[in-house]
């Protein structure tokens, strides 16, 4: 069974240009996570997505990130304009609508901003 | 929010010998705590988990134990492996793994 998959996997930009991150969660997965992990620290809940719903975004810095998953299934994150401190690995994560078990984590994909 | 840190941040053991890793919460409504693994350039992964109703579950080669007094979790991995060398992250959630509040992570090099 394919993994979650996200892209890409490295991204180096200047500051105040936009990055997106897509993400494909695991077949059959309602729920979807989008993740911030800073250097040397654990990850941080940015947005979770039930179905096509985002029913936990707090942590969402809405000025400049940006999020969506139109279908259900696929789902992007954006960033626009982005600043230094956005330097992270963002991490997308699935788990199945219901569960309070496990979330399958993709391998991340890692924002470094000049 | 909650206040989920490790003890110690650099553990190294011997291969073959058994590690522990050691978590405290500060948050006394939480109910779910998590395990995950973190192997460099990848996402985390799922060790075990437990319930506040439970003291200890025991896995393949680990062990979870709860301490809801001194709200103190631990993950002890028997018979560590060169494989087993990788950040370790605790999590702890008020309502499952919806919305899980990781520590700074621990990072285990075990010596062959």
């Known amino acids: 069974e394919a993994g979650v998959v996200q892209s890409p996997r490295y991204k180096i930009i200047e500051k105040k240009q936009p990055v997106a991150f897509w993400c494909n969660p695991i077949s059959g997965h309602n729920t979807l996570y989008w993740y911030l992990q800073n250097l040397g620290q654990g990850p941080e809940l940015l947005i979770r997505y039930e179905n096509e719903e985002a029913v936990d975004d707090s942590q969402l810095p809405k000025d400049r990130f940006s999020a969506e998953r139109l279908k259900g299934v696929d789902s992007t994150l954006k960033i626009q304009p982005a600043e230094l401190g956005d330097s992270a690995v963002y991490l997308c994560a699935s788990s199945p609508q219901g569960t309070s078990g496990e979330l399958f984590f993709g391998e991340g994909s890692r924002l470094t901003v000049l | 929010g909650e206040s989920v840190g490790l003890h110690l941040p650099t553990l190294s053991v011997q291969e073959g010998d058994n590690s522990i890793i050691n978590c405290a919460y500060s948050n006394s409504a939480s109910d779910y705590f998590i395990w995950y693994k973190q192997e460099s350039g990848k996402g985390p992964q799922f060790i075990i988990d437990?319930?506040?109703?439970?003291d200890k579950r025991q896995g393949q080669r680990v062990t979870v134990l709860l301490n809801k007094t001194v709200k103190h979790l631990s993950l002890q991995i028997a018979a560590t492996q060169p494989g087993d060398s990788a950040v370790y992250f605790c999590a702890e959630s008020e309502t499952g793994a919806n919305n899980l509040f990781f520590g700074t992570g621990t990072r285990l090099t075990v010596i062959p």
């Open positions: 437990i319930r506040s109703n439970m």
